[in-house]
């Protein structure tokens, strides 16, 4: 197996050159920007992991703790600004476009960062944290409120001892439409991911000349295939991440470092041809 090229004048040269760019987003792009990944120390709230809390069967049991867990996730992101990685891709997307030329944002995130940053095109795979959809008649809104509603003002506490005294389901947020509960418009585990999103998403990666995969331990499915997807068609892949992970002898490309400053690097090369 040939070890991955860590060249990056040439890979600057490919991304000059690229018609059809997708960059493939996962929470260690956002880590910068000081919100907590899944996998590292900060992947944990109170006593639980992400991905005890991010299932359907943690919010029917508590709909309540599920609520303060999301609520918590919606604050730190609020406090939060998008990176350098972010801001390069979305100006990369912007020079390009006049060009007629696509970027194309497929994220696994859900903290809106990208957006926040500039990027026009994004697929966000797992939703958005602030977005709310309706369990009764399914509807999706955008909702940015902090709180989110008054009873969750100042709940949320990450301390491991913090008193959860359980907010009553009339008390959480609720449809403005049919006053159903609403739940956090994001994909679980155990959910199926949206079928437009998936079918969008899969339109960019058979089409790209170009992946960028950046931040992601990519153990989380379907995502995870998606980057060796696009290198099984001989299209260039370039991993960004502190560390290797099970799927970088798939690519042609590896930048081991912060995506603060790989990333910018790795595009500078769109920008100073538009100069
Ligand atoms: C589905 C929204 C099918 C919610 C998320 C066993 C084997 C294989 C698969 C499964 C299995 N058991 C269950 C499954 C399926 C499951 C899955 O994949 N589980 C995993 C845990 C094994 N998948 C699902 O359930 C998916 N649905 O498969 O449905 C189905 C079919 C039929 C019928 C019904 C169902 C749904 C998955 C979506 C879950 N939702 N998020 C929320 O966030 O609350 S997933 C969530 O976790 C994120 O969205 C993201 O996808 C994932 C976290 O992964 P990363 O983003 O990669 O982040 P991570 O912390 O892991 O890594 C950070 C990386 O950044 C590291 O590599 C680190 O080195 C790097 N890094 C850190 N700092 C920096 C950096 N890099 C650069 N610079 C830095 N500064
Ligand atoms: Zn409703």
């Not at 490919?14 to 960059?23: G, P, R, T």
């Not at 958005?128 to 969750?152: G, M, W, Y």
């Not at 002898?249 to 995506?259: I, L, N, P």
Request: proline share 6%; charged share 20%; aromatic share 8%.
């Amino acid at each position: 197996m040939q070890r991955p090229s860590s060249n990056m004048p040439e890979f600057q040269l490919l991304a000059a050159k690229s018609k059809y760019i997708v960059v493939l987003s996962g929470a260690g792009i956002s880590a910068e920007s000081g919100i907590p990944t899944f996998r590292g120390a900060g992947g944990y709230w109170r006593t639980y992991q992400a991905t005890d809390l991010a299932t359907p069967e943690a919010f029917k049991r508590d709909p309540s703790l599920c609520w303060e867990f999301y609520h918590y996730r919606r604050e730190v992101v609020l406090s939060k600004k998008p990176n350098a990685a972010h801001e390069a891709i979305a100006k990369a997307e912007a020079v390009l476009e006049k060009q007629g030329r696509k970027l194309i944002v497929v994220t696994q995130n859900i903290d809106g960062l990208h957006q926040s940053a500039g990027s026009k095109n994004v697929v966000e795979l797992h939703g958005s944290l602030f977005k709310t959809r309706c369990t009764k008649c399914q509807a999706v809104e955008v909702d940015r409120n902090s709180p989110i509603c008054e009873a969750l003002r100042d709940r949320g506490a990450p301390d491991v001892d913090a008193v959860a005294t359980r907010i009553p389901t009339e008390q959480l947020p609720r449809c403005s439409k049919c006053s159903g509960l609403l739940r956090p418009h994001v994909v679980w585990f155990g959910e199926q991911l949206y079928p437009d999103v998936l079918n969008e998403a899969n339109r960019h990666l058979e089409n790209c000349d170009l992946c960028l995969v950046i931040g992601t331990s990519s153990v989380v499915y379907p995502a995870a295939m998606f980057a060796p997807q696009v290198a099984s068609r001989g299209v260039p892949v370039a991993e960004f991440n502190i560390e290797s992970t099970p799927h970088t002898m798939d690519f042609g490309y590896y930048f081991e470092g912060s995506s603060s400053q790989t990333v910018p690097q790795s595009l500078e090369k769109i920008f100073s041809e538009q100069e």
